[in-house]
């Protein structure tokens, strides 16, 4: 099966491959929310995804478009990715120790609709001391991943558990993907998954 993915997300990308799907990529320049606050986290992934959605059905509306948004966060904030080392820096040195959640909005925009629905986790980190922080901000992954960290490669040596599905840590539940599109009808089977239609989900 073939899909348009809305993302430069190399992640995101493998991801599809390894599941098996034809993908073929087109970042979407859209304005994208920020969550300010934890509380805020679930609705802003799902406007983001449901933006990029949007944007590469206006441009290719006979695709199946899958577009997703990822956030990490705790009590005590949200965490994107990381504008430079040093911001990386500070989010890997506040995670030590602590457990944090993972959500990701993923939307798919097939037959003139939008299916779109967030999924969670959680990664708790083992105790590590500021040597083994700069050691992995020097390696480069951090960079461009929300919370700065992935639990493959590097960043999985400093995971002591995950819970939930690792697809959606990695910013693309794949899971939750089957459902969407058995309920667009355009995979095997069937699911209940939410739908929104385009003229009732705006997220402008």
């Keep these: 099966m073939r899909l348009l993915l809305a993302s430069r997300s190399p992640e995101r990308r493998r991801l599809l491959r390894e599941a098996g799907?034809?993908?073929?990529v087109e970042p979407q320049d859209?304005?994208?929310e920020a969550a300010r606050k934890p509380q805020d986290v679930h609705f802003t992934v799902i406007?983001?995804?449901?933006r990029?959605?949007?944007a590469a059905a206006a441009r290719h509306p006979r695709s199946v478009v899958v577009a997703a948004d990822t956030l990490v966060y705790d009590?005590?904030?949200v965490y994107g990715k990381p504008?430079?080392?040093e911001e990386a820096r500070a989010m890997l040195e506040h995670f030590s120790g602590r457990t944090v959640h993972v959500a990701t909005g993923l939307a798919l925009a097939v037959h003139g609709a939008i299916r779109c629905v967030v999924d969670?986790?959680?990664?708790?980190f083992r105790s590590y001391g500021p040597e083994e922080v700069e050691a992995y901000v020097a390696s480069g992954e951090p960079l461009g991943k929300a919370g700065a960290f992935t639990i493959r490669g590097r960043g999985s040596l400093l995971v002591e558990s995950v819970s939930g599905h690792p697809s959606t840590i990695l910013g693309l539940p794949l899971h939750r993907l089957v459902e969407l599109l058995r309920g667009a009808g355009v995979y095997p089977g069937y699911s209940s998954a939410t739908s929104y239609h385009l003229s009732t989900f705006t997220a402008e």
């Design 75 to 77: 009590s005590e904030g």
């Design 83 to 85: 504008a430079s080392p």
């Design 47 to 50: 406007v983001n995804a449901v």
């Design 52 to 54: 990029k959605a949007k």
């Design 21 to 24: 799907f034809e993908v073929e």
């Design 30 to 32: 859209v304005e994208e």
């Design 120 to 124: 969670r986790a959680q990664v708790k």
